[in-house]
Nanobody
Framework: QAQLVESGGGLVQAGGSLRLSCAAS????????MGWYRQAPGKQRELVAT???????DYVDSVKGRFTISRDNAKNTVYLQMDSLKPEDTAVYYC???????????????????????WGQGTLVTVSS
């Protein structure tokens, strides 16, 4: 089981920027798509952005043009650059990834029926007005 650790959250004024990082650690697994979710107080968790390991990216409409997701496959790390932050962006941001097993040769088995969802513990982003 991979472990995901987020960092980079904090307090920022409206219009400011933050950059979140999430690194997957462990061994004997492969990481597929990675993404960011967020959950504001009293609201359901929502998908913010995703990126596949070949670079396909999707964003929720509310962050398009302001947030940028990227990844470093060599480090199994995903980033979320957040610009022009708004108070409504305040939430706990969670990193997520799909994990695939390896065979006896150490090759990743890209079986859609064998992947696991892996979640980080979250990092708090607070945007003041």
């Amino acid at each position: 089981q991979a472990q995901l650790v987020e960092s980079g959250g904090g307090l920022v004024q409206a219009g400011g920027s933050l950059r979140l990082s999430c690194a997957a650690s462990g061994r004997d697994f492969g990481i597929g798509a990675m993404g960011w979710y967020r959950q504001a107080p009293g609201k359901q968790r929502e998908l913010v952005a995703t990126i596949t390991n070949d670079g396909t990216i999707d964003y929720v409409d509310s962050v398009k043009g302001r947030f940028t997701i990227s990844r470093d496959n060599a480090k199994n790390t995903v980033y979320l650059q957040m610009d022009s932050l708004k108070p409504e962006d305040t939430a706990v941001y969670y990193c997520a990834a799909t994990q695939y097993p390896m065979d006896c040769s150490g090759d990743v088995i890209p079986d859609i029926h064998r992947y696991l969802e892996v979640w980080g513990q979250g990092t708090l982003v607070t945007v003041s007005s």
